[in-house]
T-cell receptor, first 114, second 113 residues
């Protein structure tokens, strides 16, 4: 158990819909990262928040947005869903944004868009 | 962050040492070498990281060449549960990457009985 909790574990929704994925980082971790893993793209970095502020952005679509709340949990919002958004979405947390530390990953949310 | 190159797949017999190579010839002086693994579709798991010196923990050893252009992850006594995709990542400490990990294709390690 990494200490990072992601909910829900599975989500099935229709095209055009909007969903919210939730991540609770390890206690005390200030940094949260979101990754997408699809069969043909591997693990892709989406976005990072540190103590409530956006710190880095990767290949995140405009239809996707995220935020980190004062209690440090984070949400990833996916809207106008397309079939191609079906993937595993992982959240990770680390104590700081400096890289000399490891990141701890949750078990992921498997999103299926039908 | 420097690009890393790994073999796409490797096999190892159970109980033997698994030696996974990684090439990072363009690594800069303040880039760490990190190793993560992903078992089936679980979340990636941190294994070990190092800058210049060899490192060892309860999971593995990391050997970094003196010129830092390559490294080897060693699982001393591989078990069937070590079958996974292993990722070698070069990461700039304190740089604008802000700690984000860039995953490549990794090495699929298959441990067989």
């Amino acid at each position: 158990d990494s200490g990072v909790t992601q909910t829900p574990k599975h989500l099935i929704t229709a095209t055009g819909q909007r969903v919210t994925l939730r991540c609770s980082p390890r206690s005390g971790d200030l940094s949260v990262y979101w990754y997408q893993q699809s069969l043909d793209q591997g693990l892709q970095f989406l976005i990072q928040y540190y103590n409530g502020e956006e710190r880095a952005k990767g290949n995140i679509l405009e239809r996707f947005s995220a935020q980190q709340f004062p209690d440090l949990h984070s949400e990833l919002n996916l809207s106008s869903l397309e079939l191609g958004d079906s993937a595993l979405y992982f959240c990770a947390s680390s104590p700081r944004h400096i890289s000399n530390t490891e990141a701890f990953f949750g078990q992921g949310t498997r999103l299926t868009v039908v | 962050d420097a690009k890393t190159t790994q073999p796409p797949s490797m096999d190892c017999a159970e109980g033997r040492a698994a030696n996974l190579p990684c090439n990072h010839s363009t690594i800069s002086g303040n880039e760490y070498v990190y190793w993560y693994r992903q078992i089936h579709s679980q979340g990636p798991q941190y294994i070990i990281h190092g800058l210049k010196n060899n490192e060892t923990n309860e999971m593995a050893s990391l050997i970094i060449t003196e010129d830092r252009k390559s490294s080897t992850l060693i699982l001393p006594h591989a078990t069937l549960r070590d079958t996974a995709v292993y990722y070698c990542i070069a990461l700039n400490a304190g740089g604008t990457s802000y700690g984000k990990l860039t995953f490549g294709q990794g090495t699929i390690l298959t441990v067989h009985p």
